[in-house]
């Protein structure tokens, strides 16, 4: 999913991003947004949610990158951000209770 971002002068994107490496393969990390401020353009766009992972910038893969040297280039973006984003996965939760009874 394609999502672009615009901000004002001086006001940022709105997310939070924490980055985690993939399991068996060290030099790939997966960057997750885990935060979307209120009001941000992130989530004036309805399309960012926390658990979604982000897998380009500007169309630049980041899957190679470690989280700095994304924060560097989140941070020196202009006032428009287009992100290449995987949506977690949407599950509906389903309320389940267990009763045990010791049957003698």
């Keep these: 999913m394609e999502v672009e971002l615009r901000r004002r002068t001086g006001e940022g994107f709105g997310f939070v991003i ?4 993939v399991s068996g393969a ?3 990390m997966a960057h997750r947004f885990v935060t979307v ?7 004036r766009s309805g399309q960012i949610q926390p658990g979604d992972q982000l897998k380009a910038v500007d169309s630049r893969p980041v899957d190679g990158l ?3 040297d994304l924060s560097q280039i989140l941070r020196r973006a202009g006032n428009t951000l ?3 984003i995987i949506p977690r996965q949407r599950t509906t939760h389903i309320h389940t209770e267990t009763h045990n009874q010791p049957h003698n």
């Design 82 to 84: 287009r992100l290449s």
């Design 18 to 21: 924490t980055s985690q490496e």
């Design 66 to 68: 470690q989280h700095r």
């Design 26 to 28: 060290p030099s790939v």
């Design 37 to 43: 401020r209120r009001g941000s353009p992130a989530a």
